[in-house]
């Protein structure tokens, strides 16, 4: 009996001690995420593409510029050199790339940016794809060429066979750049094969079966066949050369070839010569600010070829390629079976030589020298580009993967998925293999001087809802000195440099990205479902809830066959190799299977995971398939077996089946008025949720969380308020939010005990009213009669709010320097756009309002009362002051401050600062006579809603401007 004893007080303290240690866990972890979020790291603040067009850089601008990057709250930026449109003649061109005048300003450009704590990338090329003047023949891109001669009758050896002719001009219609040699030939070929091909009836015979291959008995140096023939033939000799194909937008000395992105010699040696030129500049690079070297998008358009494709391919697919060789240069003339499947296997074979020699070559030679390797890897592939490299497995060789996406633009393939989204794609590669990073090229635009930082944000917040943990602003362009404003920039983007009126108040924006992507990466994505998107290659998955949706309120990562052959099961659960774990597991409707893929499949059901999908109706014909196997696929979706993959079900009502609810869930979210991701760190939960409408919404949200304490994080100003609202319904914690047009929030969990002030808040609509989390207590925006629920108690709440408007005419004033009049008195509070002064109407710039107002203290005495300044609309971005004392910059929706400890009674003066956008000068300059203001070399410009179509800027319509108001004071008091 003591012996039990004793063993029950070991335990419990065991189990005491654990309990300390998890709370210590959480505790620590929420801290640190805490401050990350408060005071975000540098490895968390956005960066730019800074563009160096046609390579015309000026070292006292390149320092100017990197301190403006500096002051914006900017970690750093990716040295991009490149071109312009042909159309573009007001860019002076520079040095050529990596030149010695070019190398002087990079030096320049990484000493500036390490005094300055900033990290450096280095785009590998003058434009894109990777390539340069210093690359050979024997490493340019390749393709593959043939001649075709017709042997009639019964003939003896030593037929000639000529030598193929390549075009000079290729696909595209653009000039094919080979080197050849005084012969005619090419500098760089090789041979590949000699295929004949009999004829019937004077015609070929497609049937593979039937050609033959007589590579053997070919002599290269006489190019001559020694073979006796029977009967006619067509002959086919295949050789491998340069395409020709060119980087794709050099600066205007630094034209060159591509490299071969296949050839493992190629990468290396394209890497080696950029490194050794900088190393020979800077030294050793680990001592430099340069930290990664980025390989932009791969958009290469020629046929492929590289020289060790046969042995790849045979290894791959076990059968020789060269009977096929026919079918690439003319695929019409076979059946369509076999067309297919060899173009199946061919595309697959491309995908692997990417990704070992290019991306993973490039890493591993990168790494070698202290960098990092970024790069869309794959793509941005399908549907936009046709990149043959599956792009999980790509995004997975990096060190950072990175994906795109641009706003007010979309595009759409023929299954309506936006294919200018690749977030939800990248994010699930770094989910898979652990690369923790989650970079992206951000807000990629065309509307050249139209938006401000409010107009980005929803794309940026929807990027962020699905993964987006690393912003890249696309882009910063240089503008040497002397260059006039809004000056010059590359043609696309969101021109995010120190020309921009509103950049000097944007490092409150910068700030809201960098505490989200902060919080991101502390922690792990949340998810029920793994979704494998099947065997195809190229692929692609497409933006969240696009291709595949795992069901409402639910999450999913996208998994590729590699990493599905690699999952395990523990407790039911499917459990990736770095640790993640997911509740489902969701097939791509293929048709086929895998051979592989249907082996592990029935190992995972047998250990108890949950799969859906529906039944293959054959096995695939890749290597490994035996005809057992088509029992194996009625065995596993044999719906009358315990372990079985459950087929006719979508995910969610897998899930559902399984008592496992939504991750979230409200009222209408059929609606997806609101969209969410999910982060968890040792017990913490962090859910970032966004309205996605253009409205104040406020919901009773549920969250699948028990024992938890919830707490409202604002990324806007870095506050952290308790939630004191919130009621335990089972498995779900509901509490009423709040949120503005756009608007965002994290809603945090945590361990602990909290006072619950009220369980729930109703008035007479239907959903709660407008709340108003803050560190002072939670405040009711709305006046009216509610009901609050205490425990089991319901209570009458009469709220009263005092909201005053400040009427009247404001006094404003212009800058002289852009055209406005030094100063105007407002009656009221409208657009510039609206003003018949074309001074006023066209005007670009900042702008002062100020108004004297008069406060009575007397007017309103609710306990603990809080008064705020609510400026309404404006547009772009405001800087607000209240008698003097600044109260900060605002960009986002609710444009509000509290102003309790500022008002003074009696009189009072706010001013208002508004920076607005170069579009509207560069108009007036377009259609008026007189000064020109404004300096570009950008003529035309899209215009939001109607995709890329351009229009000049004398037709493009004004970006309303200014402070709109209606500017309140609205008096509240907490709960």
């Known amino acids: 009996m003591k012996t039990r004893f004793s063993t029950f007080i070991a335990l419990g303290l065991f189990v005491c001690l654990q309990c300390n240690f998890a709370v210590g866990q959480s505790t620590s972890a929420y801290e640190q995420v805490k401050s990350s979020f408060q005071s975000p790291p540098q490895s968390a603040r956005p960066k730019v593409y800074w563009w160096w067009l046609n390579g015309n850089v000026d070292s006292v601008r390149v320092k100017e510029e990197i301190a403006a990057m500096d002051r914006a709250g900017l970690s750093g930026f990716d040295l991009f050199e490149t071109g312009v449109p042909p159309v573009d003649t007001m860019v002076e061109a520079g040095p050529a790339f990596l030149s010695k005048e070019s190398l002087k300003v990079i030096r320049v450009a990484l000493e500036e940016a390490k005094k300055r704590n900033m990290d450096v990338g280095f785009n590998m090329a003058s434009s894109w794809n990777a390539g340069g003047t210093w690359v050979t023949p024997e490493n340019s891109a390749k393709s593959i060429y043939d001649s075709r001669i017709e042997v009639k009758g019964k003939s003896g050896g030593n037929i000639k066979l000529p030598f193929p002719q390549i075009s000079k001009i290729d696909a595209a219609g653009k000039t094919r750049v080979i080197q050849y040699q005084r012969n005619g030939k090419p500098v760089f070929y090789q041979e590949v094969a000699v295929v004949a091909i009999p004829l019937k009836n004077g015609k070929p015979d497609w049937d593979p079966a039937k050609i033959v291959d007589v590579s053997s008995q070919f002599d290269p140096e006489s190019e001559k066949l020694n073979w006796t023939l029977t009967g006619d033939w067509e002959v086919h000799r295949y050789i491998c050369s340069n395409s020709g194909e060119q980087l794709k937008r050099p600066s205007k000395y630094s034209s060159g070839p591509i490299i071969d992105h296949f050839d493992a010699q190629a990468t290396e040696a394209h890497f080696l010569h950029i490194i050794n030129v900088l190393t020979e500049e800077m030294g050793d690079l680990r001592n430099t600010a340069l930290k990664n070297l980025y390989l932009a998008s791969y958009e290469a358009t020629g046929f492929t070829w590289t020289t060790t494709l046969p042995a790849v391919f045979k290894a791959l697919t076990s059968y020789e390629i060269n009977k096929f060789l026919p079918v690439l240069l003319n695929q019409s003339s076979f059946e369509k079976g076999v067309v297919e499947k060899f173009m199946k296997d061919y595309q697959r074979t491309l995908s692997e030589l990417m990704i070992t020699n290019f991306y993973k070559k490039a890493k591993e030679v990168a790494n070698a020298h202290g960098l990092k390797i970024n790069s869309e890897a794959g793509g941005p592939g399908m549907p936009m580009h046709n990149v043959p490299a599956e792009p999980l497995k790509a995004l997975g060789a990096l060190d950072l993967p990175r994906g795109e996406f641009w706003i007010n633009y979309n595009a759409y393939n023929d299954q309506g998925v936006d294919f200018l989204r690749v977030v939800k794609e990248v994010s699930s590669a770094s989910h898979i293999y652990g690369r923790g990073i989650v970079e992206e090229e951000a807000f990629t635009s065309s509307l050249n001087w139209q938006e401000g930082p409010f107009d980005m944000k929803p794309t940026g917040d929807r990027a ?241 969380q028990q024992a938890r304490v919830p707490e409202i994080w604002d990324p806007i100003n870095g506050s952290i308020s308790p939630a004191t609202i919130y009621n335990q319904n089972g498995k779900y914690i509901q509490l009423p939010v709040s949120l503005p047009p756009m608007g965002s929030t994290f809603v945090v969990f945590k361990p602990g005990k909290q006072e619950v002030k009220f369980s729930k808040i109703t008035g007479t609509q239907q959903h709660p009213p407008m709340l108003n989390y803050t560190p002072d207590g939670v405040f009711v925006m709305e006046a009216g009669a509610f009901e609050v629920k205490k425990q089991d108690q319901s209570l009458p709440l009469i709220n009263n709010v005092n909201v005053e408007t400040l009427t009247g005419a404001w006094e404003v004033f212009f800058s002289l320097e852009w055209g406005g009049p030094e100063r105007r008195l407002f009656p009221e509070l409208s657009s510039w756009t609206d003003s018949e002064e074309e001074s006023i109407k066209y005007y670009s710039g900042m702008a002062r309002y100020k108004k004297p107002f008069y406060h009575d203290v007397n007017a309103t005495l609710m306990k603990d009362q809080r008064v705020f300044l609510d400026l309404g609309d404006l547009s772009k971005v405001g800087e607000v002051w209240l008698n003097g004392e600044p109260l900060g910059i605002t960009w986002a929706k609710p444009y509000r401050f509290d102003i309790t400890d500022k008002l003074k009674a009696g009189n009072n003066l706010v001013e208002i600062e508004i920076a607005n956008v170069w579009a509207n000068r560069i108009i007036g300059d377009a259609r008026t006579d007189g000064k020109d203001y404004t300096y570009s070399n950008v003529l035309t410009t899209t215009v939001v809603g109607f995709g890329r179509q351009r229009f000049s800027w004398e037709e493009t319509p004004l970006v309303e401007s200014g402070l709109l108001g209606p500017v309140r004071l609205i008096t509240v008091s907490p709960l």
């Open 464 to 704: 962020f809802c699905e993964g987006m943990n690393r912003v890249v602003i696309h882009g910063f362009s240089h503008n040497p000195s002397g260059i006039g404003y809004p000056g010059i920039v590359y043609h696309a983007g969101t021109h995010f440099n120190d020309k921009r009126i509103w950049h000097p108040k944007i490092r409150p924006f910068t700030d809201y990205l960098a505490r989200v992507s902060a919080v991101f990466q502390q922690t792990d994505f949340v998810a029920d479902v793994l979704y494998y998107y099947g065997d195809a290659v190229p692929n692609y998955a497409g933006p969240k809830n696009g291709r595949f949706m795992a069901g409402l309120g639910y999450d999913y990562d996208v998994i590729n066959t590699e990493i599905l052959l690699q999952l395990k099961v523990k407790d039911g659960k499917l459990v990736l190799p770095t640790g993640g774990q997911y509740n489902l597991l969701a097939l791509e409707d293929e048709g086929d299977i895998n051979p592989a893929v249907l082996l592990k499949i029935e190992e995972l059901v047998s250990a108890g995971a949950t799969i859906t999908g529906a039944k293959p109706k054959k096995v695939s014909d890749r290597p490994g398939g035996t005809p057992a196997m088509a029992a194996m696929i009625d065995k596993v979706w044999n719906q009358n077996s315990k372990a079985k993959v459950v087929a006719g079900k979508q995910p969610f009502e897998v899930l559902q089946a399984n008592n496992i609810g939504p991750d979230i869930n409200y009222s209408d979210i059929a609606l997806n008025t609101l969209d969410y991701i999910h982060y968890n760190k040792n017990g913490l939960d962090f859910y970032f949720v966004r309205n996605t409408t253009d409205e104040w919404v406020s919901r009773e949200i549920s969250f699948r």
